[in-house]
């Protein structure tokens, strides 16, 4: 899905290009007028309601010819000196914030009759309303006010521009209904209104809109059924519905889109069956259904699928058999989920098996026994095989595994010396928990663990050893080694672990002090030392974790004053019970401190 939004982008970018480039070669060989007053006029309106911009566009913006090009981001007609274009997007930023406009959009805009593309994308903190005044642009045929955080509603008014062909307002803060007059937008190609609130079902109006291409109405709590009418967008190459609160069957009349590519309804409350029709959609590249409420087998004419490489059928209620066709059909088939369903698989089938398969994830489906051989496996890169009854086959499992990224192998019963496993390199998450795994945890951690890892999950099996000292430059952001055997003290290069967001040793045998060096773990975000034998004082110097939201020092033999500062002072007494002598907010007061005793 999120290959399509690039695309999508991209499409925005290259139409942008195309249409600022189609200009009269003689107009460009003669001097330029300079920019229309009122039209300048409304764009210094615009900037003006715009009270912070630290994207420094509208710097530009200066001197009475919006139209010499220095003013970023517009563009003019260069034989009439009107304004065309108003494209402002925030660029990426790869130091955190990325830069951003705080303010309104002025119904100034309105005023800029010629416009034809209006951009203003990613800009985070525009909020307040989009302006009725929008629908004055009779020549508009790109509206594009995506990531900001506008609210209210979508103006009715914008169902009669008339040139309109791509509407994205996604991520915004928009709510109420769809209005019925976006269905007279008989030219639109692309309609982006995801990661809103918008309510109720989708307007029977969109049955009009024979030529969209592109439809994502994700991420919002859009209820009732799918129209059949979606059937009839002969045009349509992507569709996302995924993460409503739709409901009922799927419609048989989508399985008849020939150019249909990516189809996600996940995440909704659809009943009934996956149609046999979904043959039909001989384009499909990429298919989820997942998160809903179908029930049934799944259809033997989903083997037809020549270009599915997609398949995502998690988490619902369907059932066995397995078609047998699916052994020879899929043939582009790189990536399938089936887990959390009502299967009993016993074995993971020899037509997954023997693929080349990227992704396999087949969580809860009630295999047994031996992990599967895989008979390509350098070719997967995801594995999720969690929630299983699976017991052995750990030694030699990943050899091969060449480019495993992800796996999880958690809630089996799994009995191994973890100290016997090699790990591949390039893998950035493991999650092992909840099985028998035994042995010592150097085997995972220790000066060879590769700077790929980010995430390693442990925990609830009864591994042993030390921790070891953390080397510079690992990215783990994710450690949970709870509910372990593991004993020593806690290292105090445990602060070279820089990116760590979540640390959770609890229901260990962990002894010594709480280092100082914890407090360096700046982006820490979960904290969980209970159950231990830890000894001193909670250093001060974990205030500077502004961001902790949880953390749990619970039954060690802690002492001392609790650091008198956000967050730590305002976490539930629970969170420090069952120590020597802690005291301080929000335990009792501290001896040295009490007022009655410093009186006397």
């Given at each position: 899905?999120?290959?399509?939004?690039?695309?999508?982008?991209?499409?925005?970018?290259?139409?942008?290009?195309?249409?600022?480039?189609?200009?009269?070669?003689?107009?460009?060989?003669?001097?330029?007028?300079?920019?229309?007053?009122?039209?300048?006029?409304?764009?210094?309106?615009?900037?003006?309601?715009?009270?912070?911009?630290?994207?420094?566009?509208?710097?530009?913006?200066?001197?009475?010819?919006?139209?010499?090009?220095?003013?970023?981001?517009?563009?003019?007609?260069?034989?009439?000196?009107?304004?065309?274009?108003?494209?402002?997007?925030?660029?990426?930023?790869?130091?955190?914030?990325?830069?951003?406009?705080?303010?309104?959009?002025?119904?100034?805009?309105?005023?800029?009759?010629?416009?034809?593309?209006?951009?203003?994308?990613?800009?985070?903190?525009?909020?307040?309303?989009?302006?009725?005044?929008?629908?004055?642009?009779?020549?508009?045929?790109?509206?594009?006010?995506?990531?900001?955080?506008?609210?209210?509603?979508?103006?009715?008014?914008?169902?009669?521009?008339?040139?309109?062909?791509?509407?994205?307002?996604?991520?915004?803060?928009?709510?109420?209904?769809?209005?019925?007059?976006?269905?007279?937008?008989?030219?639109?190609?692309?309609?982006?209104?995801?990661?809103?609130?918008?309510?109720?079902?989708?307007?029977?109006?969109?049955?009009?809109?024979?030529?969209?291409?592109?439809?994502?109405?994700?991420?919002?709590?859009?209820?009732?059924?799918?129209?059949?009418?979606?059937?009839?967008?002969?045009?349509?190459?992507?569709?996302?519905?995924?993460?409503?609160?739709?409901?009922?069957?799927?419609?048989?009349?989508?399985?008849?889109?020939?150019?249909?590519?990516?189809?996600?309804?996940?995440?909704?409350?659809?009943?009934?069956?996956?149609?046999?029709?979904?043959?039909?959609?001989?384009?499909?590249?990429?298919?989820?259904?997942?998160?809903?409420?179908?029930?049934?087998?799944?259809?033997?004419?989903?083997?037809?699928?020549?270009?599915?490489?997609?398949?995502?059928?998690?988490?619902?209620?369907?059932?066995?058999?397995?078609?047998?066709?699916?052994?020879?059909?899929?043939?582009?088939?790189?990536?399938?989920?089936?887990?959390?369903?009502?299967?009993?698989?016993?074995?993971?089938?020899?037509?997954?098996?023997?693929?080349?398969?990227?992704?396999?994830?087949?969580?809860g489906c009630k295999l047994e026994g031996t992990l599967p051989n895989f008979t390509r496996p350098s070719s997967l890169t995801s594995l999720d095989l969690s929630n299983n009854h699976l017991t052995e086959g750990l030694a030699n499992f990943f050899t091969r595994m060449s480019n495993l990224q992800t796996v999880k192998l958690s809630n089996n019963q799994l009995k191994h010396d973890i100290s016997k496993i090699t790990l591949p390199d390039e893998l950035s998450s493991v999650d092992f928990s909840s099985n028998q795994l035994f042995g010592s945890i150097s085997a995972i951690l220790n000066n060879h663990t590769s700077s790929f890892l980010e995430y390693v999950d442990v925990s609830r099996n009864i591994i042993s050893g030390t921790l070891p000292e953390f080397r510079e430059g690992l990215s783990m952001k994710v450690l949970n080694l709870g509910s372990n055997?593991?004993?020593?003290?806690?290292?105090?290069?445990?602060?070279?672990?820089?990116?760590?967001?979540?640390?959770?040793?609890?229901?260990?045998?962990?002894?010594?002090?709480?280092?100082?060096?914890?407090?360096?773990?700046?982006?820490?975000?979960?904290?969980?030392?209970?159950?231990?034998?830890?000894?001193?004082?909670?250093?001060?110097?974990?205030?500077?974790?502004?961001?902790?939201?949880?953390?749990?020092?619970?039954?060690?033999?802690?002492?001392?004053?609790?650091?008198?500062?956000?967050?730590?002072?305002?976490?539930?007494?629970?969170?420090?019970?069952?120590?020597?002598?802690?005291?301080?907010?929000?335990?009792?007061?501290?001896?040295?401190?009490?007022?009655?005793?410093?009186?006397?």
């Amino acid at each position: 899905m999120l290959n399509c939004r690039w695309i999508l982008n991209l499409f925005l970018i290259f139409s942008l290009c195309e249409h600022f480039s189609q200009t009269p070669v003689q107009a460009r060989s003669l001097s330029p007028p300079s920019c229309y007053a009122p039209d300048r006029a409304a764009l210094l309106s615009f900037k003006a309601k715009i009270i912070e911009d630290t994207t420094d566009s509208l710097s530009s913006w200066v001197g009475t010819d919006c139209c010499s090009g220095g003013w970023e981001g517009v563009e003019c007609n260069p034989s009439t000196g009107r304004v065309t274009g108003l494209v402002l997007q925030s660029p990426s930023s790869d130091r955190g914030i990325a830069p951003y406009m705080k303010g309104t959009l002025s119904p100034a805009l309105g005023s800029l009759k010629f416009l034809e593309v209006l951009v203003i994308s990613g800009m985070k903190h525009i909020t307040g309303t989009i302006p009725e005044s929008l629908s004055n642009l009779t020549h508009l045929t790109q509206l594009v006010l995506e990531d900001n955080a506008l609210s209210g509603t979508i103006p009715t008014s914008l169902g009669y521009l008339p040139s309109l062909k791509t509407l994205v307002l996604d991520g915004n803060h928009l709510g109420g209904r769809i209005p019925p007059s976006l269905g007279n937008l008989n030219g639109l190609l692309q309609l982006n209104l995801a990661r809103n609130y918008l309510t109720d079902p989708i307007p029977p109006t969109f049955r009009t809109l024979h030529g969209l291409q592109f439809l994502d109405l994700s991420h919002n709590l859009l209820s009732g059924l799918i129209p059949d009418s979606v059937g009839h967008f002969l045009n349509l190459s992507f569709i996302d519905l995924s993460y409503n609160q739709l409901s009922g069957p799927i419609p048989t009349s989508v399985c008849g889109l020939p150019s249909l590519t990516d189809m996600s309804l996940s995440n909704n409350q659809l009943t009934g069956r996956i149609p046999d029709q979904i043959s039909g959609l001989k384009s499909l590249t990429s298919l989820s259904l997942s998160a809903n409420r179908l029930t049934g087998q799944i259809p033997e004419s989903l083997a037809r699928l020549q270009n599915l490489w997609y398949l995502n059928l998690s988490r619902n209620g369907l059932s066995n058999p397995l078609p047998s066709g699916l052994g020879k059909g899929i043939p582009s088939l790189l990536s399938i989920d089936l887990s959390y369903n009502n299967l009993s698989l016993g074995t993971v089938p020899d037509w997954i098996r023997s693929r080349e398969l990227s992704a396999v994830h087949l969580a809860g489906c009630k295999l047994e026994g031996t992990l599967p051989n895989f008979t390509r496996p350098s070719s997967l890169t995801s594995l999720d095989l969690s929630n299983n009854h699976l017991t052995e086959g750990l030694a030699n499992f990943f050899t091969r595994m060449s480019n495993l990224q992800t796996v999880k192998l958690s809630n089996n019963q799994l009995k191994h010396d973890i100290s016997k496993i090699t790990l591949p390199d390039e893998l950035s998450s493991v999650d092992f928990s909840s099985n028998q795994l035994f042995g010592s945890i150097s085997a995972i951690l220790n000066n060879h663990t590769s700077s790929f890892l980010e995430y390693v999950d442990v925990s609830r099996n009864i591994i042993s050893g030390t921790l070891p000292e953390f080397r510079e430059g690992l990215s783990m952001k994710v450690l949970n080694l709870g509910s372990n055997k593991i004993a020593g003290h806690i290292p105090s290069s445990i602060s070279n672990l820089a990116e760590l967001q979540r640390l959770d040793v609890c229901r260990n045998q962990i002894t010594g002090t709480i280092p100082t060096s914890l407090g360096l773990l700046t982006k820490l975000q979960w904290l969980d030392l209970s159950i231990n034998m830890l000894t001193g004082k909670i250093p001060d110097s974990m205030l500077r974790i502004a961001n902790l939201r949880h953390a749990n020092f619970r039954a060690n033999r802690l002492c001392g004053e609790i650091p008198q500062g956000r967050p730590f002072n305002i976490f539930p007494a629970a969170a420090y019970a069952h120590n020597d002598c802690l005291c301080g907010k929000p335990m009792p007061p501290c001896k040295a401190k009490d007022p009655t005793k410093t009186s006397q």
